[in-house]
């Protein structure tokens, strides 16, 4: 079964060709299909659909089948279900993060799209640009072949399973004078304007309904950041909402962007949560597919994984750009929303992870924040593609910085934490320094201040788990910002 698996990846360019031509000529079985009736007609092609699939492609029969916009590795086998490209947390040995003896679905697919192009890897461009919808999860297991048989012959002539993106995000619109934007909308812009860097940092929210030690931690960051992340079950553990959070900070006059991640919830409750974020006053919302659930405090638990991330992107962008639902239900006032993503630059498929940031930007991703950089070498050659597509005009990239107390824990999320890259030798310099807290601040200054000399580069979003002191001195002492105090006293 792997075998015959591989081979149609080796083959993919003929396979896609044999696909395409097959689609021209099913319309033609139309009429035999209407005569026999197309219910039954599609009963009687399911079990060779299924068998033909599943031997070659590992098929699961989902009844929406993008193989020919995924280089024919199909995106069910997925373990978050991506239908948009890989997630942030693949191995560093092109694995699944949720099933490490399997290759990364978007790893082969990478690999099935050079060959359909017939091209070499290291001049690879992946061509899959096209937004592959959600699931319509009542078409499990029924024909997909009855489809292209049963509809307008051209329609479906070149392409028959890709799913057009509608308008693609264009650049940072300017501030309107009637609708405000938002403290980070503002930033982006004015970055754009003037290239004023931006500066996020992210905190988990309590596990306490008090939010004291939330606003506490909060405070530190007044006057030294453009807004404040708060984390959706980060690394699957358990904690306060982000959309609590995020709604106690936008009370208390603090600017929040409320992380929502596709893994806890399905399609209905990720709106209603984002609908009820900006009924209290929270406009700022990164979508996240979600870390592995077997990763943390709650194993035992169901992922959801009904959208990705870029298709959440595309819902919400729609509700506020048109007031309209997925369902296309009418909203009785669209919320105005300030939409962002992430993107990983720093583990495989690297070839592909533009592409992976240019479907999100154009589903409507305005600001992009990147995974822990610690290899300032996989960003320069992630901006230099950046730029050659002119994405970074489009939206503002905020790469993640962050600092541990020591080697041995930095070490360690190099180690447990998928997607999380630190080269040898970083490692190596915080363990001999005296003092290893110390050390790994200055790693985080020094990478400030080469990111700032990276064109494209927007910002820079700080990372470390309950030290907000030290970020806070870290934003000071790289001249991001000045404190409110000190700027007083000067």
């Given at each position: 079964?792997?075998?015959?698996?591989?081979?149609?990846?080796?083959?993919?360019?003929?396979l896609?060709r044999?696909?395409?031509?097959?689609?021209?000529?099913?319309?033609?079985?139309?009429?035999?299909?209407?005569?026999?009736?197309?219910?039954r007609?599609?009963?009687?092609?399911?079990?060779?659909?299924r068998?033909?699939?599943?031997?070659?492609?590992?098929?699961?029969?989902?009844?929406?089948?993008?193989?020919?916009?995924?280089?024919?590795?199909?995106?069910?086998?997925?373990?978050?279900?991506?239908?948009?490209g890989?997630?942030?947390?693949?191995?560093?040995?092109?694995?699944c993060?949720?099933?490490?003896?399997?290759?990364?679905?978007?790893?082969?697919?990478?690999?099935?799209?050079?060959?359909?192009?017939?091209?070499?890897?290291?001049?690879?461009?992946?061509?899959?640009?096209?937004?592959?919808?959600?699931?319509?999860?009542?078409?499990?297991?029924?024909?997909?072949?009855?489809?292209?048989?049963?509809v307008?012959?051209?329609?479906?002539?070149?392409?028959?399973?890709?799913?057009?993106?509608?308008?693609?995000?264009?650049?940072?619109?300017?501030?309107?004078?009637?609708?405000?934007?938002?403290?980070?909308?503002?930033?982006?812009?004015?970055?754009?304007?003037?290239?004023?860097?931006?500066?996020?940092?992210?905190?988990?929210?309590?596990?306490?309904?008090?939010?004291?030690?939330?606003?506490?931690?909060?405070?530190?960051?007044a006057?030294?950041v453009?807004?404040?992340n708060?984390?959706?079950?980060?690394?699957?553990?358990?904690?306060?909402?982000?959309?609590?959070?995020?709604?106690?900070?936008?009370?208390?006059?603090?600017?929040?962007?409320?992380?929502?991640?596709?893994?806890?919830?399905?399609?209905?409750?990720?709106?209603?949560?984002?609908?009820?974020?900006?009924?209290?006053?929270?406009?700022?919302?990164?979508?996240?597919?979600?870390?592995?659930?077997?990763?943390?405090?709650?194993?035992?638990?169901?992922?959801?994984?009904?959208?990705?991330?870029?298709?959440?992107l595309?819902?919400?962008?729609?509700?506020?750009?048109?007031?309209?639902?997925?369902?296309?239900?009418?909203?009785?006032?669209a919320?105005?929303?300030?939409?962002?993503a992430?993107a990983?630059?720093?583990?495989?498929?690297?070839?592909?992870?533009?592409?992976?940031?240019?479907?999100?930007?154009?589903?409507?991703?305005?600001?992009?924040?990147?995974?822990?950089?610690?290899?300032l070498?996989?960003i320069e050659?992630?901006?230099r593609?950046?730029?050659?597509?002119?994405?970074?005009e489009?939206?503002?990239?905020?790469?993640?910085?962050g600092?541990?107390?020591s080697a041995?824990?930095?070490?360690?999320?190099a180690?447990?934490?998928?997607?999380?890259?630190?080269?040898?030798?970083?490692?190596?310099r915080?363990?001999?320094a005296a003092?290893?807290?110390?050390?790994?601040?200055?790693v985080?200054?020094?990478?400030?201040?080469?990111?700032?000399?990276?064109?494209?580069?927007?910002?820079?979003?700080?990372?470390?788990?309950?030290?907000?002191?030290?970020?806070?001195?870290?934003?000071?002492?790289?001249?991001?910002?000045?404190?409110p105090?000190?700027?007083?006293?000067?």
């Amino acid at each position: 079964m792997r075998a015959l698996r591989d081979w149609s990846l080796r083959h993919a360019r003929g396979l896609a060709r044999v696909y395409a031509a097959a689609a021209r000529l099913a319309p033609w079985l139309a009429p035999l299909a209407r005569r026999v009736g197309v219910a039954r007609f599609g009963r009687w092609l399911t079990p060779a659909e299924r068998a033909a699939k599943s031997l070659f492609f590992g098929c699961q029969m989902c009844g929406d089948c993008a193989l020919s916009v995924t280089g024919m590795a199909c995106p069910m086998a997925c373990g978050k279900q991506m239908r948009n490209g890989p997630c942030g947390g693949v191995r560093a040995n092109g694995h699944c993060e949720l099933r490490p003896e399997q290759r990364c679905t978007w790893v082969e697919a990478g690999e099935g799209d050079v060959r359909m192009q017939g091209g070499a890897r290291g001049e690879h461009r992946p061509s899959w640009r096209e937004r592959v919808a959600p699931l319509d999860r009542r078409r499990a297991g029924q024909s997909n072949w009855i489809r292209l048989i049963s509809v307008d012959q051209a329609k479906h002539a070149a392409a028959p399973d890709k799913v057009q993106t509608g308008a693609a995000a264009g650049p940072l619109e300017p501030m309107d004078p009637v609708r405000p934007s938002g403290p980070l909308e503002q930033a982006c812009q004015e970055w754009q304007r003037s290239g004023r860097f931006i500066v996020t940092v992210e905190i988990a929210p309590p596990d306490s309904p008090d939010p004291a030690a939330l606003l506490q931690r909060a405070d530190r960051f007044a006057g030294l950041v453009d807004a404040i992340n708060i984390t959706d079950g980060a690394g699957a553990n358990c904690h306060m909402s982000s959309v609590a959070a995020a709604s106690v900070l936008a009370a208390a006059g603090h600017t929040p962007v409320c992380q929502v991640g596709c893994r806890d919830r399905n399609r209905i409750a990720l709106q209603g949560d984002v609908l009820g974020a900006a009924a209290l006053g929270v406009r700022n919302v990164l979508c996240l597919t979600g870390d592995d659930v077997s990763q943390g405090d709650h194993p035992e638990a169901k992922p959801v994984f009904d959208l990705d991330a870029v298709n959440l992107l595309h819902i919400l962008r729609g509700m506020s750009e048109r007031g309209e639902y997925a369902s296309g239900r009418r909203l009785e006032q669209a919320p105005r929303l300030f939409l962002g993503a992430t993107a990983n630059p720093f583990v495989p498929p690297y070839a592909d992870r533009v592409a992976n940031l240019e479907r999100k930007i154009d589903a409507g991703a305005r600001f992009i924040q990147t995974q822990f950089c610690f290899d300032l070498g996989l960003i320069e050659d992630f901006m230099r593609e950046v730029r050659a597509r002119g994405l970074h005009e489009r939206a503002a990239i905020i790469v993640g910085v962050g600092t541990l107390a020591s080697a041995k824990a930095l070490r360690w999320m190099a180690e447990h934490v998928p997607g999380v890259h630190v080269p040898q030798a970083v490692t190596e310099r915080i363990a001999a320094a005296a003092d290893q807290k110390a050390e790994g601040q200055r790693v985080a200054i020094e990478t400030i201040h080469a990111l700032r000399r990276i064109e494209g580069v927007a910002g820079v979003h700080l990372m470390g788990h309950k030290n907000e002191a030290a970020l806070a001195q870290i934003i000071a002492e790289s001249g991001l910002r000045q404190a409110p105090q000190a700027a007083a006293v000067a």
